[in-house]
């Protein structure tokens, strides 16, 4: 079963730490991984995408990693500001057109 | 310039109504999906359109069907609606060729009662 687990469930921090938030999938055999943020009440908002043939993707002050062999992906946020508060959905997709399988966030608190 | 839209934005109804949610799109895709996010925060596909055709139904109840009368749009149509329907319901699209990348909308809260 095709299966996308996200930890920690949540995570505080103060203001200004570099952080680190984990995604892992049980079949490693991605198209690819998409990293989303979603503000309490929004949408989702696509933050980075990163392709089965490629290792990272940086945006700013966020970099995601990836590692299809551990089935493994990482997000790091340098410098945390209260405005990077929300909660944080990873995503596979097995085939192109597929559908996304999602994991289960990581809601992120940066306190000032 | 909205990208990806969902009108309503909040949907409250009596259990036993039929209601429809719209999205439509500006992006440009050929692809578009509805999934659904529960109490819970958890997001899963119901359903996916190519070009006005269905390419994904998961095992979602036939009280629901998405209706697409262009590539730019994909309606859900509910009927008899249960308490269990209550969720956030977002619309997706995605681009063409490699990248394989979604956009959502910003949701339609629906709340049975």
Redesign the interface.
Known sequence: KQEVTQIPAALSVPEGENLVLNCSFTDSAI??L?W?RQDP??????LL?I?SSQREQTSGRLNASLDKSSGRSTLYIAASQPGDSA?Y?C?V?YN???????G??TELSVKP | DTA?SQTPKYLVTQMGNDKSIKCEQNLGHD?M?W?KQDS??????MF?Y?NKEL??N?TVPNRFSPKSPDKAHLNLHINSLELGDSAVY?C?S?TSG??????????T?LTVL
Request: hydrophobic share 35%; glycine share 14%.
């Open positions: 198209y690819n998409q989303f009440g929004k949408g989702l908002t696509s995408l392709q909660t959905l995503a997709i192109q057109g597929g559908k996304l399988i999602f289960q966030g | 990806v692809t999906y999934y819970k925060k958890f997001l899963k596909i996916s190519n390419i994904i998961e977002f997706a995605r490699g990248a394989n990348e979604q956009f959502f909308g910003p949701g809260r």
